[in-house]
């Protein structure tokens, strides 16, 4: 079966500190990631999402990056992490077909302070 | 382009009354349409999906009927329980090769005893 792992859970990091974030999917290939922001009591900011290894397409132009390095690997970075950058970070797939859903990773709680 | 709109919340209610949230979408075509629900501190969960008009997507109780001719995809449960209590997401997977979904704002439910 699939599975999506994500971490950490949290994180408190200072502003002006870099940042990586890793995401791996198991059980599937090719699939097609995606990191998506959740700020406190607010919706989910799709940032960037990828259809394979190497390609990235972002969606909001921000202090932030990702890169795929693998097939089932999603990374999210900065080099400098501003305190706007603080909320919930969540990873998520999809197999490809559009009726297949998303599944989503656990997320990372990350604290600029 | 596409969007999902979804009924303000909070939804307070006691255990065991009816619930319904309002999930209404713009899209061309024939999109999928996905319920998730998010527990406080975790990421999201699938809980139901329709892939074509008049469909009827069910889980633990919850439905939601694909409704074409007045693009809704609203979710009901007959008896809430205290552990329904969570943030819903109507969300959209467009048809046409797209791969990336729409997701509403998000309605909270609190479930009193």
């Known amino acids: 079966s699939q599975t999506i792992h994500q971490w950490p859970a949290t994180l408190v990091q200072p502003v002006g500190s870099p940042l990586s974030l890793e995401c791996t999917v198991e059980?599937?290939?090719?699939?097609?990631l995606y990191w998506y922001r959740q700020a406190a009591g607010r919706g989910l900011q799709l940032l960037f999402y990828?259809?394979?290894?190497?390609?990235i397409s972002s969606e909001v132009p921000q202090n932030l990056s990702a890169s795929r390095p693998q097939d089932r690997q999603f990374i999210l970075s900065s080099k400098k992490l501003l305190l706007s950058d603080s909320g919930f970070y969540l990873c998520?797939?999809?197999?490809?077909?559009?009726?297949?859903?998303?599944?989503f990773g656990s997320g990372t709680r990350l604290t600029v302070v | 382009g596409n969007s999902v709109t979804q009924m303000e919340g909070p939804v307070t209610l006691s255990e065991e009354a009816f619930l319904t949230i309002n999930c209404t979408y713009t899209?061309?075509?024939?999109?999928?349409l996905f319920w998730y629900v998010q527990y406080p501190g975790e990421g999201l969960q699938l809980l139901l999906k329709?892939?074509?008009?008049?469909d009827k997507g069910s889980n633990k109780g919850f439905e939601a009927t694909y409704r074409k001719e007045t693009t809704s995809f609203h979710l009901e449960k007959g008896s809430v329980q205290v552990s329904d209590s969570a943030v819903y997401f109507c969300?959209?997977?467009?048809?046409?090769?797209?791969?990336?979904?729409?997701f509403g704002r998000g309605t909270s439910l609190i479930v009193h005893p």
């Open positions: 998520a797939w999809s197999g490809g077909p559009y009726n297949y859903g998303y599944t």
């Open positions: 059980g599937t290939s090719n699939p097609n």
């Open positions: 990828s259809v394979g290894i190497g390609q």
């Open positions: 899209a061309t075509g024939y999109p999928s």
């Open positions: 329709a892939t074509k008009a008049d």
């Open positions: 969300a959209l997977s467009p048809s046409g090769g797209s791969y990336i979904p729409t």
